[in-house]
């Protein structure tokens, strides 16, 4: 069956920037619509650049092509499937299957150019690396998960998030009823941002909960220099909770507070992206943050994080990356800052929190700290005793107020002689 291919969305937004979903159908010969997918893609690629550790982060385009690879199916001798083409060579496809009552993506294949130097800088060649998935839905529902959630491959982390797709479609458009990811039915009794202590594993019998509030990390002292000086300056006190499963079954949670004598720090810069690199003992987490150039803000875009878990983990090493993120944000030239501990997310089971932080990136003049962009959390913090005293201040003018008009009526009867 021969197929035909168009894919609606916005221009192409530049990497690092921030990403909004993309929206791609696929067609048969006779124009009818069998596939729709609705969604968000973030890529994180570790390689090899001159013999060095590198990543690369990007978003899938919004102006990404439907492939001609891409087809409806027909019958038992091919199965649908979705092809999606960007930049210099690259594509991701997802493979469609059906059993009995539910289809699933059975396969998702990632085809990266290394030659690409806007997004691998000093690497060659090209790599293709698939993936058994999860996504699954009953047929004659949409597929709808707004978590997000991530696809581990050799070398390649993929995170899907705000999905709507369907394949099998009978009518050309998405159905009304809708199949929910396991995330988002979950999501409400995801794990609360807990203050624990310098470095501590607790073994509880279900949900993993500390019970007492111990010190915050101490802040320390980052920067990273780029081709035009320093490019990042951050002070903060960083903190790393997991949860985990132990070989019993149980759930465990591993709590480390980052030691700033004791963590080195790395990373690098371009025009519009820049790199954190953090190690503390076993442990790794590398910021990125990316520039808006139409609004001139800088922001945290991702952040991944790996560590070595207790014996008593069922998976020692643990890895977790998020690179659809949108916090610690701020006007460049100025600095962003927070005395209120932030929780960042990084999955459903890590989160990394920071306490006093104050962060600029990109724009730094002679190594030092611009004005001071509050965030969120303090200003709430600061507004609540403002609302309270201005309460108390309104109620003792109504008392007053009260006051001087009783006194008035109780000398109203009488008449000066």
């Known amino acids: 069956m021969k197929a035909a291919w168009c894919a609606a969305g916005g221009t192409l937004s530049a990497v690092g ?37 590198e990543f690369a982060h990007f978003f899938l385009p919004q102006n990404a092509t439907v492939e001609p690879q891409s087809s409806c199916g027909s019958g038992n001798t091919s199965h649908p499937i979705l092809v999606l083409g960007f930049g210099a060579g690259h594509s991701l496809s997802l493979n469609f299957s059906e059993l009995a009552d539910k289809y699933q993506v059975e396969e998702l294949v990632f085809h990266y150019n290394l030659s690409d130097a806007t997004l691998f800088h000093n690497s060659t060649a090209g790599k293709r690396v698939s993936h058994k998935t999860i996504i699954q839905a009953y047929v004659g529902t949409k597929y709808r998960c707004i978590s ?66 111990p010190p915050n990390p101490a802040v320390g002292k980052y920067n990273v220099t780029g081709p035009n000086g320093t490019c990042v300056l951050a002070y903060m006190g960083l903190q790393l909770n997991i949860t985990y499963l132990k070989k019993d079954g149980k759930m465990g949670l591993d709590l480390l507070n980052f030691i700033p004598h004791n963590t080195t720090f790395s990373g690098r810069c371009d025009n519009t992206s820049a790199f954190l690199n953090l190690t503390f003992e076993k442990t790794r987490i ?18 991944n994080v790996s560590t070595t878990l207790p014996s008593e983990a069922k998976v020692p090493k643990f890895e977790a990356s998020n690179n659809s993120m949108s916090d610690l944000r701020a006007t460049v030239g100025n600095s962003y800052k927070c005395s209120a501990e932030e929780n960042l997310q990084v999955t459903n089971n890590a989160l990394v929190n920071v306490f006093n932080v104050q962060i600029q990136v990109f724009k730094i003049d002679g190594d030092k700290f611009g004005a001071v962009e509050e965030c969120q959390l303090d200003e709430n913090n600061m507004l609540i005793p403002i609302i309270v005293g201005a309460a108390l201040a309104g109620l003792v003018l109504i008392v007053l107020i009260a006051y001087l008009i009783g006194r008035k009526r109780s000398h109203a009867g009488y008449q000066t002689i």
């Not at 993929?158 to 797709?165: A, C, E, R």
């Not at 009794?189 to 501590?200: F, I």
């Not at 590398?286 to 952040?303: C, D, P, V, Y």
């Open 17 to 53: 920037f921030l990403q909004a979903s993309a929206s791609f159908e696929v067609k048969d010969s006779s124009g009818k619509v069998c596939i729709i997918a609705d969604l968000t893609v973030a890529f994180s690629v570790e390689y090899k650049s001159r013999g060095q550790k």
């Open 286 to 303: 590398i910021f990125h943050f990316a520039l808006n150039a139409s609004t001139e803000k800088f922001f945290l875009q991702g952040l």
């Open 148 to 213: 997000s959630k991530h696809v581990n491959m050799k070398n390649v982390n993929i995170t899907f998030s705000n999905v709507t797709l369907e394949a099998y479609l009978t009518n050309g458009t998405f159905s009304m009823n809708k199949t929910e990811c396991a995330e988002d039915m979950v999501s409400t009794t995801a794990v609360a941002p807990t203050t624990p202590k310098q470095t501590t594993s607790q073994v509880p019998t279900t949900s993993p909960a500390p019970t007492a509030s």
